[in-house]
């Protein structure tokens, strides 16, 4: 499966998809139509699929436009089926969608949204996880609580080591520059952001990540890691005790 980013706004990525085998093509997160319209009229392709991860505007904006055009079928959470426009397949926690020759597990994931899932290819390795798990960290808590939220990157920390991770935003570096501070002993975590930095130096894109990756550097995927329990200051916390205090620094970063 073939995976195309292309940028929107500030800081989203929006996600291509094309499934050789059949020719399907997909969107992932068309927050804007215009950038999603211009790369499939640039390659010929017609759009067959949308998928949404969750109802904010800057991953669903671009959606009915882009239905209305090709005709592309919109498929999303069952539980936010009240605040997606034109939504056609309504899926819950382990459904499944097919996308061509692709199947898609479907997680519930929320915390960053109470509806929001994300899509795992498995034959393809590839994860797009919306807002619930970025590069080096997480989603803010705007619907869900810090119990809802670990368990769900608990989820999607058990995927393959292999699986590739396309997050909804570009935030690896200012990720990184908080994770360090939460976990300064891990040498892995020094390591990705060297590799970071000279990316963006170059202006090029820190995704995909990869699952394997984020057990090694993402703090908010070690909160029962009893490193960054106690770099933290809660050696022997239960691990969502950690992982809100972690969520908690985060939001009042400045870094």
Known sequence: MEVILVPAFADNYI?????????KVGVVDPGDAAPVQAELE????????????HHHDDHIGGAAALKDRYRASVVGARADAHRIPGLDVALGDGARTVFGEQTARVFAVPGHTSGHIAFWFE???????????????????????PAQMWESLQSLRA?????RVYCGHEYTQSNGR????????????????EEVAGLR????PTIPTTIGMERRTNPFLRADDPGVQSAIG??????????????????????
């Open 234 to 255: 809660m050696a022997g916390a239960p691990a969502v005790e950690v992982f809100a205090e972690l969520r908690r620094r985060k939001d009042h970063f400045r870094g």
């Open 123 to 145: 034959a393809a390795e590839t994860l797009f996880s919306g807002d619930t798990l970025f590069s080096l960290g997480c989603g803010r808590l705007f619907e869900g609580t």
């Open 42 to 53: 640039r390659r010929g392709w017609s759009l067959t699929h949308i998928f949404l991860t």
């Open 201 to 204: 130096a170059r202006n090029q």
């Open 178 to 193: 908080f994770a360090l501070t939460v976990d300064p002993a891990n040498d892995a975590l020094h390591q990705r952001m």
């Open 159 to 163: 995927l393959t080591d292999q699986t």
């Open 15 to 23: 996600y291509v998809l094309r499934d050789a085998a059949s020719g």
